[in-house]
Each structure stands twice: as structure tokens, then as C-alpha cells.
């Protein structure tokens, strides 16, 4: 696609429910972050995938959160047993993967998770 | 701990006015970037910086990355209502495995009045 696709665009849950959160990066991107963001407030790295390497984990605020990605694609991040702390947006974004750190980052528009 | 401190968090000033928004830290980037966000979207990245003391313009922002490379600041110049929205910066660490990882600060919420 032209850009970073995320969906769904919202989600309302209860407590205690699982969601999962789909990222559908740019075609052709091997590297792919999540990051949460509160309201009007800066991104939390939650995770990162490069290639074929181990994940990135270190940001996952808990054993609660867990993210695959399949086929060096689209990417899903799963949260258990959902918490109203969990309430936030969750941005997708991916990157070309070259070993460069001023590499673009694209954003998806991403999902506004509500806990009630 | 907050890597990356910036400051104002809010801001909010009439047409026509100059602002300065800084992103300071106590740790070194190998490159910075400047982001700005509107409602219901992603960030969009407006600049990267990646040598201290590099200074970059576009249109009316000026952005600055500090001879240290722990600090930059982004300038705007006769701010217009199109200017409004989150402005963030972020970092990128020299070294490691992670690379094209970011540190993002807290975010500027700049509201231009007419």
C-alpha cells in the first residue's frame, strides 16, 4: 500500500478482554516499531522487529503485551487481560531497514484503544 | 526516566507571533528528528538533524541540533493557524543493536489564534 495502514482505527473493550492490533507496514519495509502514545503526550516504544532478528522487546510495559510478525509483514500486538491503564493510541510505524539511524520512520494513523 | 526533556509542553500564541521549542537531554543522539502530529494521524517527520551544530531551514522553521548533540531547538517564524498541532522530537542512539530505534520527548501542543 502507500502508506502504514493500522486497524482497527478503534477499539472499546472491558477489563480483562484480549485485543489484538493489526499494522500493515509499507511494502517492502523490514523494520517495524510500535509505540504507544497518551493523550497529547510523546510515543513509548513498546517493540521493534528488523528483518529476521530477534525482536526488540525491551519497551513491552508488561507480560500482558506481546506482538508477533508474520512473514516479515503485517504485525499484530496483542494485549491480555486488558487494564484501563491500557487506554491510549498505538502507532504503527515502519522503515525501509537500512542500518542508517536518520531512516524515515512512517506512521500509521493508529488505534485508539478505551478500557472501560 | 525521560530522555529527552522538552519544553514548553504547551503553547499557544497569536498569528504572526515567533516561537522557540527546545528538546534538551543529558545523553548523546547520533542523529535528532523533528515530528509534528495532528489529531487522529500519525507523526509526520519534518527534519533530521545529524551534526552538532547543524542548523536546517524549511519555510519558516529553523532547526538546530547542538554542538554536543544532546540538545536542538525548533524555531518557528511568524507562526500561522496551519501550524498548529503536537510537535515532538525525537532521538536516535549511536551504537547498539537497535538501530533506527527513537526516543520521543513528551510532545509541544502549539495552538496558533487568528
Known amino acids: 500500500g502507500a502508506g502504514v495502514s493500522q486497524s482497527p482505527s478503534n477499539k472499546v473493550t472491558e477489563k480483562g478482554k484480549d485485543v489484538e492490533l493489526r499494522c500493515d507496514p509499507i511494502?517492502?519495509?523490514?523494520?517495524l516499531y510500535w509505540y504507544r502514545q497518551s493523550l497529547g503526550q510523546g510515543l513509548e516504544f513498546l517493540i521493534y522487529?528488523?528483518?529476521?532478528?530477534?525482536?526488540?522487546k525491551s519497551g513491552l510495559p508488561s507480560d500482558r503485551f506481546s506482538a508477533e510478525r508474520t512473514g516479515g509483514s503485517v504485525s499484530t500486538l496483542t494485549i491480555q487481560r486488558t487494564q484501563q491503564e491500557d487506554s491510549a493510541v498505538y502507532l504503527c510505524?515502519?522503515?525501509?531497514?537500512?542500518?542508517?539511524?536518520?531512516?524515515?520512520?512512517?506512521f500509521g494513523p493508529g488505534t485508539r484503544l478505551t478500557v472501560l | 526516566t525521560q530522555l529527552l526533556e522538552q519544553s514548553p509542553q504547551f503553547l499557544s500564541i497569536q498569528e504572526g507571533e515567533n516561537l522557540t521549542v527546545y528538546c534538551n537531554s543529558s545523553?548523546?543522539?547520533?542523529?535528532l528528528q523533528w515530528y509534528r502530529q495532528e489529531p487522529g494521524e500519525g507523526p509526520v517527520l519534518l527534519v533530521t538533524?545529524?551534526?552538532?551544530?547543524e542548523v536546517k531551514k524549511l519555510k519558516r522553521l529553523t532547526f538546530q541540533f547542538g554542538d554536543a548533540r544532546k540538545d536542538s531547538s525548533l524555531h518557528i517564524t511568524a507562526a500561522q493557524t496551519g501550524d498548529t498541532g503536537l510537535y515532538l522530537c525525537?532521538?536516535?542512539?549511536?551504537?547498539?543493536?537497535?538501530?533506527?530505534?527513537?526516543?520521543f520527548g513528551q510532545g509541544t501542543i502549539l495552538t496558533v489564534h487568528p
Open positions: 510505524a515502519s522503515r525501509a531497514g537500512t542500518y542508517l539511524s536518520t531512516d524515515t520512520q512512517y
Open positions: 522487529f528488523q528483518g529476521n532478528s530477534a525482536p526488540d
Open positions: 545523553s548523546v543522539f547520533s542523529s
Open positions: 525525537a532521538g536516535a542512539r549511536a551504537g547498539g543493536t537497535s538501530y533506527g530505534k527513537l526516543t
Open positions: 538533524v545529524v551534526t552538532g551544530g
Open positions: 511494502s517492502g519495509h523490514t523494520a
